[in-house]
């Protein structure tokens, strides 16, 4: 009885040590990512790894966020693996499956100053999470890693209809705003934009476009980027969404 009693405490230290040791390393770090997941388990090491390689190579005190939609695939045993080297935290979501109310769901739990959201696939460049941030920290309010402005591109495995869906998106985004790549899954913002902005309620993949409009953003660029096709599991874009 007394060994359970001292296992129950001990437990119950450890999980109050890992709390005090993520709400640090929230009020040291200066940016977050957040990176939506759903059966993504397979790509989070390299992800992981990149990212931190760039952030530690720019001196920028960044903390990962993995808001997973309950995809008991290992994400959970992966990410606590990863949380021994790198500060990064899971947040597992049992309802409300999407990846505009994921990213929604971890804004929600931050106090960072600034926001970079991408995806899991390596489809973003982790290399690039540096330049967004710098020119946050320098004047925009909100940036987009851009598939369609000078020095942009897009994978040439790009499928016709991941292709045929982006530039559709872009048409449908007009009188909104006149950014080259609105729906890009990899975009940065100041948190501060959202104080007065109207409730959000993102469905599908507009997210980004969401807050540039609701959190009426005055400084807006788009950075160039290399998008590129993912080589570990599937696409969850389909037509419906």
């Given amino acids: 009885m007394q060994k359970e009693v001292r296992r129950d405490i001990e437990r119950k230290v450890a999980c109050a040590q890992r709390a005090e040791v993520q709400e640090s390393t929230e009020h040291s770090a200066e940016l977050v ?9 397979d790509n989070l090491p390299e992800l992981t790894r990149r990212i931190f390689a760039a952030v530690s190579k720019a001196f920028i005190a960044t903390e990962l966020l993995i808001v997973d939609d309950n995809s008991q695939d290992g994400t959970e045993e992966i990410v606590k ?5 790198y500060p990064i935290r899971l947040i597992t979501r049992n309802f409300d499956r999407g990846l505009g109310t994921a990213v929604l769901y971890g804004i929600r739990r931050l106090r960072h100053d600034y926001v970079i959201v991408m995806d899991a696939d390596l489809s973003h460049s982790p290399e690039d999470v540096p330049r967004l941030f710098q020119r946050l920290k320098e004047e925009a309010d909100f940036v987009v890693g851009s598939r369609y402005v000078k020095g ?3 994978d040439a495995k790009w499928s016709s209809f ?5 530039k559709v998106a872009v048409i449908l985004a007009r009188g909104l705003t006149d950014l080259k790549d609105p729906m890009a899954g990899f975009f940065g913002f100041r948190r501060s934009i959202l104080a007065n902005a109207p409730q959000l309620a993102p469905v ?3 997210i980004a476009l969401e807050i540039l409009v609701k959190g009426n953003c005055r400084k807006v660029e788009e950075i160039p980027i290399a998008f590129s096709e993912r080589t570990k599991g599937k ?7």
């Fill in 204 to 206: 599908g993949y507009k």
């Fill in 33 to 41: 990512v957040i990176v939506p997941t759903l059966y993504e388990a």
């Fill in 81 to 85: 693996q990863l949380a021994n080297q």
């Fill in 162 to 166: 991941r292709w045929l869906n982006s």
């Fill in 152 to 154: 942009g591109s897009a």
């Fill in 235 to 241: 696409s969850k874009l389909t037509l419906q969404q």
